[in-house]
């Protein structure tokens, strides 16, 4: 936990000295879909040259359970943006990074259906990938952002049964199987990383 509470101390400060020595516009924004959902995600972009913004955002659901499956978990990444017609204006392709920790039953597809595993996972990971958009400035302050992502996912993390007890067991040769569970299970998939429709203000210009 402190090595990434050290890498968004790092991020911000980096923004803070983007904003500081560049004479740039800085955008606040909320994604309304998520929001749907009961999901908070703030973003805040910086207009760094006529053609490209650098952006950082959290993802946070507050809850640690829905319908009995775990959906607790956090997310902050960061984006470099550049945009075919003008910065905050039009088509823009982005690449992002980012960090994650989380207390999730996994959701899989079933026959056709989403359904969700009858246990859940706890632990860290990090992310990188490619984001499309568009934005559309529809007042002098205001503006529509819509936007997906794609990316590489990779995780660390202990799988857990319902009732709590460590259920998950590394994949090792038989002669390697540890005496007790392995809390560092990892994942390693290609998988949507954000998908939204934000609406932003212009703090300053």
Not at 61 to 85: A, C, D, Q, V
Not at 121 to 141: D, I, N, P, S
Request: hydrophobic share 40%; aromatic share 16%; proline share 4%.
């Amino acid at each position: 936990m402190k090595a990434i509470q050290r890498i968004i101390l790092v991020s911000l400060l980096l923004f803070a000295s983007t904003i500081s020595g560049a004479n740039a516009q800085g955008y606040i924004k909320l994604n309304g879909l998520y929001a749907l959902g009961g999901v908070v995600n703030p973003q805040l972009e910086i207009r760094l040259t006529e053609h490209s913004a650098l952006q950082t955002e959290f993802v946070y659901s507050p809850w640690k359970s829905i319908g009995g499956h775990h959906m607790h978990f956090g997310l902050f990444t960061n984006e470099y943006r550049y945009y075919f017609r003008e910065a905050n204006s039009g088509f823009y392709l982005g690449a992002e990074a980012g960090i994650m920790v989380f207390d999730v039953s996994k959701p899989q597809l079933v026959k056709g259906k989403l359904s969700f595993q009858n246990r859940y996972c706890k632990g860290y990971g990090c992310l990188a990938g490619a984001v499309v958009g568009y934005e559309w400035r529809f007042t002098e302050r205001w503006l529509l952002d819509a936007y997906v992502g794609f990316g590489y996912l990779h995780s660390m993390y202990n799988g857990y049964s319902m009732s709590g007890e460590i259920d998950m067991y590394p994949h090792r040769p038989d002669y390697k199987q540890p005496t007790s569970p392995d809390p560092f299970n990892a994942s390693a998939e290609w998988l949507p990383t954000k998908i939204g429709l934000s609406i932003g203000f212009l703090l300053w210009k």
